[in-house]
């Protein structure tokens, strides 16, 4: 089983709808990175979240440390914020190694 | 200021042949982190060198190592290649080092292994 999971694997949208993504860890971490990936393969850091809520344009990004869970929320969507949005985590025994999820890969139709 | 920069872009090598890859990080930043995507196995974490010194090390063979320069500019090396290193190579500079720092990334390096 793998430490980070998020789910959807894979969600296709209509512009203008709002979109969830999900990540579940199964560790102790210190901090939780959300990552966009677009074609071609550049990495773009959206939010570093150790706690709370975070909100940067339409995007948002809420983290629950008890549940071990956290979101990424886009509002008012966009085809342009088709990509695969990644989570990943520092997990806190010390050894500070990102460990990543699988990817969401949106698609946002015109 | 100018991004994280890697190059080659694209490599195609043979099978047993070595290669060395090439990051050259944010100006003033002093860590870099190497990374390994590939379809099946997603993003792995290679390895973290700060001020020129090693500080982390992810779960991969010895085949894989790297260095970092007095200018922060890192490679990172891998020999005897296998076709399973065929992955996106991505590199990701930061002012310091630890969770606090946030993390840019280059375009990466795209090995195919043949």
């Known amino acids: 089983k793998n430490e980070v999971e998020q789910s959807p694997q894979n969600l296709t949208a209509q512009e203008g709808e709002f979109i969830t993504i999900n990540c579940s860890y199964s560790v102790g971490i210190s901090a939780l990175h959300w990552l966009q990936q677009h074609p071609g393969g550049g990495i773009v850091s959206l939010f570093m979240l150790s706690s709370g809520k975070k909100k940067h344009g339409r995007l948002i990004a809420t983290i629950n440390i008890q549940e071990k869970h956290s979101s990424l929320h886009i509002t008012a969507s966009h085809p342009r914020d088709s990509a695969v949005y990644i989570c990943?985590?520092?997990?806190?025994?010390?050894?500070?190694?990102?460990?990543f999820g699988t990817g969401t890969r949106l698609t946002i139709i015109p | 200021k100018a991004g994280v920069t890697q190059t080659p872009r694209y490599l195609i090598k043979t099978r047993g042949q070595q290669v060395t890859l090439s990051c050259s990080p944010i100006?003033?930043?002093?860590?870099v982190s190497w990374y390994q995507q590939t379809p099946g196995q997603g993003l792995q974490f290679l390895f973290e060198?700060?001020?020129?010194?090693?500080?982390n090390k992810g779960n991969f063979p010895g085949r894989f190592s790297g260095r970092q320069f007095s200018n922060s500019r890192s490679e990172m090396n891998v020999s005897t290649l296998e076709l399973g290193d065929s992955a996106l190579y991505l590199c990701a500079s930061s002012l310091g080092t630890g969770v606090s720092y946030e993390q840019y990334f280059g375009p990466g390096t795209r090995l195919t292994v043949t």
């Open positions: 990943a985590v520092y997990p806190n025994f010390g050894n500070e190694k990102l460990t």
């Open positions: 100006s003033g930043h002093r860590s």
């Open positions: 060198y700060f001020s020129e010194t090693q500080r």
